[in-house]
């Protein structure tokens, strides 16, 4: 299980990948599946009633079901639960962070030996055909479940624990996808999750992912990304604003994409503009990667980073072809070795270019973001529209 596009990883998968096959028979089988997974434990797959002894509750079920305001203290009983079990095992030996120039700014390498010593034996694979998102494969992992979602430890973390890598998979079976309404959901769990660290969040779609059910990921990080920002270091090109937020672009050395920052409204309603467009554009053909970074004034930062549809895995030195994600294209590479090869940052960089897309290359950005958004502006638009045409 390649959870999350672990960018730089020679990993087997864990599991036989569910690919990208024809919607209907992918969610038919899956339904399918999924009854199985369920049955073939002794445990109920969730508390029907939201709990708080989360732990009371896995005694019992595999998801402990949890209210807005109790997120940021289930994941960490989360994680005080896995640690206690030591779930994690290797895996995170030997985590150790650098720091190395990029064009543009530092970027941050992760090195994670030990991800790429993944208990084979432990998982029974070819046992069971079922996704691993529907069902995890670890008979000891717990879940929480809140709202249509279901909240994971990642099993084979990018970052060492004290982040809490966990990984937001749809409750059903569903492909990757983006929606104005999963994105808002995605606003509030940063919000209830962040409550008392501030959480950033990020999707690969289609783009550095090998899992064809949704799924979101979520950490304690603050990415090189948002140090720019943040210092006011990243310049950035306003495309428009308007009642409840703005869209910028940026293209700044190994950081390019667009910035949409406000309330979830006007960010939901931005980037399903956007995202229409990348879906529809031939560079991109619906491949990009979001980032929420943390939020700043109680408004929501997401980067969307459009990516170039006939390069999603661009080769990086001796790793061969790499599927980056938005972690890495964000400024945190996660890298399954004890020490960097010599030309990493320029082999990195190289990668990083060509498999972005640039918004000089977005054809219809300027077009696009020119357009009122302002429901209100729209219905007045319209109306003068008619009124022109109705004109003798
Ligand atoms: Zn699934």
Not at 184 to 206: C, K, L
Request: glycine share 8%; with cysteine.
């Amino acid at each position: 299980m390649k959870l999350g596009a672990h960018p730089l990883q020679q990993l087997r998968p864990v599991r036989p990948e569910t690919g990208q096959g024809p919607v209907v028979s992918q969610a038919a089988s899956a339904r399918h599946t999924h009854a199985k997974a369920i049955d073939s434990l002794s445990l109920q797959p969730a508390a029907l009633d939201q709990v708080k002894d989360c732990r009371a509750a896995w005694q019992r079920s595999l998801l402990a079901r949890v209210a807005d305001t109790d997120l940021s203290p289930a994941v960490e009983e989360l994680f005080a639960h896995h640690l206690s079990t030591d779930f994690y095992g290797v895996r995170t030996d030997g985590m150790r962070r650098l720091e190395i120039e990029g064009p543009g700014g530092k970027l941050d390498v992760q090195l994670a030996p030990n991800r790429n010593k993944v208990p084979l034996a432990e998982i029974k694979d070819g046992e069971n055909k079922e996704c691993a998102l529907c069902r995890p494969p670890f008979q000891e992992e717990r879940g929480l479940s809140w709202r249509d979602y279901n909240v994971w430890p990642n099993a084979f973390p990018y970052v060492p624990t004290e982040s809490r890598h966990v990984v937001i998979t749809a409750a059903r079976h569903v492909g990757q996808r983006f929606t104005p309404q999963l994105l808002g959901d995605m606003i509030d769990y940063q919000r209830h999750a962040g409550e008392s660290t501030p959480v950033t969040m990020h999707y690969n779609g289609v783009a550095g992912n090998s899992q064809f059910h949704l799924h979101w990921q979520a950490t304690r990080e603050t990415l090189p990304l948002q140090r720019l920002l943040d210092r006011g270091e990243l310049p950035t090109e306003l495309l428009h604003s308007g009642d409840g937020g703005r869209v910028d672009s940026y293209d700044h050395g190994f950081f390019t994409g667009l910035l949409v920052r406000g309330d979830k409204g006007y960010v939901s309603r931005w980037a399903t503009i956007l995202i229409d467009q990348i879906d529809r554009d031939p560079l991109t053909r619906g491949a990009y990667n979001l980032l929420l970074l943390h939020p700043r004034d109680g408004q929501a930062r997401l980067a969307i980073i459009p990516r170039r549809a006939d390069d999603l895995k661009p080769p990086v030195g001796d790793f061969g072809k790499v599927g980056l994600g938005a972690f890495s294209l964000g400024g945190t590479i996660v890298v399954p070795r004890d020490q960097l090869p010599e030309t990493f940052a320029e082999d990195l960089t190289a990668a990083a270019a060509r498999t972005v897309v640039r918004p000089h290359e977005l054809s219809w950005l300027t077009r696009v973001t020119r357009q009122p958004s302002n429901p209100m502006l729209l219905a007045r638009t319209a109306q003068l529209a008619t009124a022109t045409t109705d004109d003798p």
